[in-house]
């Protein structure tokens, strides 16, 4: 059965891969509803060209002035969650931020309150179009395997001057019977 984040995901994918909408707002650069970046303007001043190229993501040159405590790229997913014993997986296709390990994770709202659940492996750039997939197994007690009103996938970007293409991105949720088989196969 495919996870309701699964479908929102590949349809916001879908979208976001065709058409940009794009609108600025005080620390905040929406490419189209569910698809942005966000920094803390309060701390820095960021300057962000999004270049939209057929078949792409989005191509992104990103200035960055003062010192944000943040800056991401953000992806939502809905209401949801991922069940205790399963695994979710993302595979992005990407070119830049050539040395630098982005953290990921998922945020989810739960009774008005933000909790992450992050992901093991940070997201490693590359100086030319690469492939890389991380693999997050769901334990008991994550704050990803409870209900949740709504999760967000989370890039942590650099906090200083960089280029990036996101060509594709992938999220899948292996049940926890496939997610048992796969760790045998392994």
């Known amino acids: ?8 995901a590949s349809a916001l994918i879908h979208h976001l891969r065709f058409e940009h909408l794009p609108s600025v707002e005080r620390g905040k650069l929406t490419l189209r509803d569910g698809a942005y970046f966000s920094w803390d303007a309060d ?11 057929l078949g792409n993501l989005f191509k992104l040159d990103a200035k960055v002035g003062g ?10 997913l809905g209401a949801g969650q991922v069940p205790a014993g399963s695994t979710l997986g993302l ?25 992450d659940t992050p992901l093991n492996t940070p997201l490693k750039g590359s100086a030319e179009l690469c492939q890389r997939t991380l693999i997050v197994p769901v334990g008991d007690g994550d704050p990803l395997a409870e209900p949740s009103s709504f999760l967000t996938l989370v890039v942590q ?8 293409e996101l060509r594709n991105l992938t999220l899948f949720v292996l049940e926890p019977d496939s997610a048992k088989a796969l760790a ?3």
């Open 1 to 8: 059965m495919t996870n309701p984040i699964e479908l929102t």
């Open 43 to 53: 701390q820095g001043d960021v300057t962000l060209r999004v270049r939209p190229e």
């Open 67 to 76: 010192k944000p405590r943040w800056m991401n790229f953000n992806l939502s």
């Open 91 to 115: 595979v992005f296709e990407l070119n830049g931020c050539d040395g630098q390990e982005l953290p990921v994770f998922i945020r989810a709202l739960k009774d008005g309150e933000l909790v």
């Open 157 to 164: 970007l650099p906090r200083k001057d960089f280029t990036l």
């Open 184 to 186: 045998l196969a392994g």
